[in-house]
């Protein structure tokens, strides 16, 4: 059996496969589609059996879950605290992506397995129409930019701003098309209805953002702190100073799930 140990960051992941028994060099990938695409190419190619990375917020999620649909891979997804537990077991003294990556690879090795669970399918389904949905909405406020920039000047012919309107038009109509069919979604499993109900019981939230809220909140992992929520939704304050000379107010660091931060934008207002 051969293992490989992943350790996920927001924008990169670092890879170890073990080779002869032991950890080969590691290799550098983008965290992206195209990214996971070509570590799966790596794994099929050097015959990887049981891949190991950590539960790191969402940046892991979409990894994990390629590689599950995968065949004739096993995926497990390790608790922060266990693999840290595990690197002290080894006296580990040096922490870095690499390392953290190599020692995921032995954890799969010597360590009892236990089979990631992706999350079902009707949550994957609502967090790709959340998602669409948040793209569309993106789209509408880009063209009405548009109109209303192209509006100011006297030179643009009224055609123009018809096809703009239009398109406006038909982005809306896909807006509610999307709605009405994820709301069928949730309505047809029982836990997602329970869940969306409470959500519109909230002041300020209403049927999209309880759409993408359920689509980035459910997929993520029960046990998570407060703190790796507000993290993971980029919401944690982020410091600015350098010596004596320059020093900015604290802003959110914007690091992490931009869709949940997002969902949140209007409601928060």
């Known amino acids: ?23 080969a060099k590691p290799q550098t990938f983008e965290n992206s589609p195209q990214g996971h695409r070509r570590v799966l190419k790596v794994f099929r190619k050097a015959g ?20 599950d649909q995968a065949k004739g891979l096993e995926v497990m997804v390790v608790n922060p605290k266990a693999s840290k537990r595990y690197a002290e077991a080894r006296m580990s003294r040096t922490k870095t992506d ?21 999350p079902p399918e009707e949550v994957l389904a609502l967090r790709a129409c959340s998602r669409l949905l948040a793209g569309l909405n993106k789209q509408r406020t880009q063209a009405k930019n548009r109109l209303h920039a192209f509006s100011q000047s006297r030179s643009t012919p009224e055609f123009v701003l018809e096809e703009i309107r239009q398109s406006i038009a038909q982005i809306e109509e896909q807006i509610q098309r999307l709605e009405t069919q994820t709301r069928v979604l949730i309505e047809e499993h029982a836990t997602l209805s329970r869940i969306y109900q409470r959500l519109l019981s909230v002041k300020g939230i209403a049927t999209k953002s309880a759409i993408q809220l359920m689509g980035e909140l459910l997929v993520l992992p029960d046990d998570m702190s407060a703190k790796q ?17 320059v020093e900015k107010k604290a802003r959110i660091s914007k690091v992490g799930n931009k869709y949940l931060r997002m969902a949140l934008y209007m409601p928060a207002l």
């Open 229 to 245: 929520w507000v993290a993971m939704a980029g919401l944690d304050p982020r410091e600015h100073s350098s010596g004596s000379s």
């Open 98 to 118: 690499a390392v953290d990556a190599a020692l995921l690879c032995e954890f799969g090795r010597h360590m009892p397995f236990e089979p990631w669970r992706c």
């Open 48 to 67: 990887v059996d049981r891949v190991i990375l950590e539960a790191t917020g969402t940046y892991h999620l979409d990894l994990a879950i390629a590689l």
């Open 1 to 23: 059996m051969i293992v490989a140990g992943i350790d996920v960051g927001a924008k990169k992941l670092v890879v170890s496969i073990e080779k002869k028994g032991k950890p």
